[in-house]
Nanobody
Framework: QVQLVESGGGSVQSGGSLRLSCAVF????????MGWFRQAPGKEREGVAG?????????YYADSVKGRFTISQDNAKNTLYLQMNNLKPEDTAMYYC????????????????????????????WGQGTQVTVSS
């Protein structure tokens, strides 16, 4: 059973930085789909950034975070990261790490970028979430 454990959330002022981590347990293969989603109170869950672990060409960022957030992975540590710089109050949300071991690279990118509700929950495995709060 794959388990995802997030860490690194917290409270910062506008313009600050945080780095989220997502440790993957229970999956020993190297190729899988991973992403970061977020959900603010009263809003739909949205895809923030994603990647397919064995092909760097498959990387996604939501328009709202391009140039500020960077998704990366450490294969040796089986860990996914989200470096968040120049944070804004509108970035305040619960951030979730998600993974799937069966999606193709194209599907991996589709389901994190597609705004429809059904797509947002296609990833099989989810972490418990970590809160990010940005004050103005």
């Amino acid at each position: 059973q794959v388990q995802l454990v997030e860490s690194g959330g917290g409270s910062v002022q506008s313009g600050g930085s945080l780095r989220l981590s997502c440790a993957v347990f229970g999956y020993t293969y190297s190729n899988y789909c991973m992403g970061w989603f977020r959900q603010a109170p009263g809003k739909e869950r949205e895809g923030v950034a994603g990647l397919f672990t064995t092909d760097a060409a498959y990387t996604y960022y939501a328009d709202s975070v391009k140039g500020r957030f960077t998704i990366s992975q450490d294969n040796a540590k089986n860990t996914l990261y989200l470096q968040m710089n120049n944070l804004k109050p509108e970035d305040t949300a619960m951030y979730y790490c998600a993974a799937d071991t069966t999606l193709t690279p194209d599907s991996c990118m589709w389901y994190i970028s597609d705004p429809s509700t059904s797509s947002r929950y296609q990833y099989t495995y989810w972490g418990q979430g970590t809160q990010v709060t940005v004050s103005s």
